[in-house]
Every structure is written in C-alpha cells, then in structure tokens.
C-alpha cells in the first residue's frame, strides 16, 4: 500500500487566503503534480510573465505551501521551487467561528469549485482527442442520495479509502486521472 501523502491542514484565514487566487492554485497544482520547476518554466506553461509567477510563488512560500529546491539549480541565477506538501486539507466546520474565518474558507471554496469546474470543461470539450478506451471508461454522474450525517461522513470515508488504495503510481499505459468527489446535503425543493 502506498504511503500517507504528507499533508498540510489549513487552519488560518490568511492560508486560505493565499490560495484563494487562481494563478496560485494552479501553480501550486502544476508543482505538486509535475514536480519542481522554475518560475520561468511555469509561467511559460501558464501563460504568464516570469515576474507575476515569482511574486506568486513567494506568497505560495511565504504561507508554507511551496519551497525553494537550490539542490536543482545548475547556477547560482536559477531559482527551482517544489511543493512542501502533497495535499492540502482542512475543516471547513473549523472555520465556521467569526465572519472572517467564514469568508475566508467560502472564498477558498468558490476558486476550488471554479478550478475544478475548469478541469471538467476541458475534459468534456477534449474527449475527441482521447482514445476511445479511454473515453469510455470516464464518468461523470451524480446521484441524489438519503443520508444522515452519520451515513454522509461514512460514505466520505469509505471513498477516501477506495482512492488511497489507487495511488500506487505509474504502471504502462497508466494516465493521470481526476478524482473529484462532492459530498453535500441539498435543501428539499432545490434542483
């Protein structure tokens, strides 16, 4: 079984803050998922100037979220940054205290979702340049379900498993997949 991702539980506003801004999440993503890189490096992949990654990229610092690696600098000009962590965690209810810890986490939540929504987008609008086994074997459904909030965190917890179970790495022919999992009670009569 693979090891326990190292984690980074969020507990302060200014964390969320921090990541609450698009070009940060993204290139926090870019280093988790790809590796180390430099500033230059990102902001070619990101479409952006080398100066606006370097200043995001010492906020993403500043907080803990990312480091510099001088180990991977083949001079003394390049500055290479890794990822401290492999994820990122917390508890909204945590965060449900004063109205600033509440803003903080919603607008956190908001540029989660907005991300997430982004990747999902790209999947749908790119499916034609997939191979069809692969298109075939993505899904993307939704259930409504009757829980008690005991069922609810019973079943956030049995998929938590089912998922640590499937970070084993790489094997032939493996790609990287998203697994986004939206667990949350809706009011009756909501659509």
């Known amino acids: 079984m693979a090891a326990e991702p190292s984690?980074?539980?969020?507990?302060?506003?200014?964390?969320?803050?921090?990541l609450a801004h698009p070009l940060r999440l993204r290139l926090l993503g870019l280093l988790r998922a790809d590796g180390p890189a430099t500033a230059t490096a990102l902001s070619e992949r990101l479409g952006v100037s080398p100066a606006l990654a370097s200043y995001h990229l010492r906020?993403?610092?500043?907080r803990g979220f990312i480091e510099e690696a001088p180990d991977l600098a083949r001079d003394g000009?390049?500055?290479?940054w890794r990822s401290s962590h492999e994820r990122t965690s917390w508890s909204t209810v945590e965060f449900l205290d004063s109205p600033e810890r509440v803003a903080a986490e919603q607008a956190f939540g908001?540029?989660?979702?907005?991300?997430?929504?982004n990747h999902a987008m790209e999947w749908v609008t790119?499916?034609?340049?997939?191979?069809?086994?692969?298109v075939d074997a993505a899904d993307m459904s939704d259930w409504i379900l009757e829980l008690t909030p005991e069922e609810l965190r019973e079943l956030r917890d049995e998929l938590h498993e089912v998922i640590a179970r499937r970070r084993a790495g790489?094997?032939?022919?493996?790609?990287?997949?998203a697994a986004v999992v939206h667990l949350y009670p809706r009011r009756r009569g909501t659509k």
């Open 7 to 18: 984690t980074l539980r969020l507990t302060e506003p200014a964390q969320m803050r921090a």
């Open 59 to 62: 906020q993403l610092a500043d």
């Open 77 to 80: 000009k390049e500055r290479w």
């Open 110 to 117: 908001r540029e989660i979702v907005r991300a997430q929504a």
């Open 126 to 134: 790119g499916t034609h340049t997939w191979p069809a086994e692969w």
């Open 170 to 177: 790489r094997h032939p022919g493996s790609e990287r997949v």
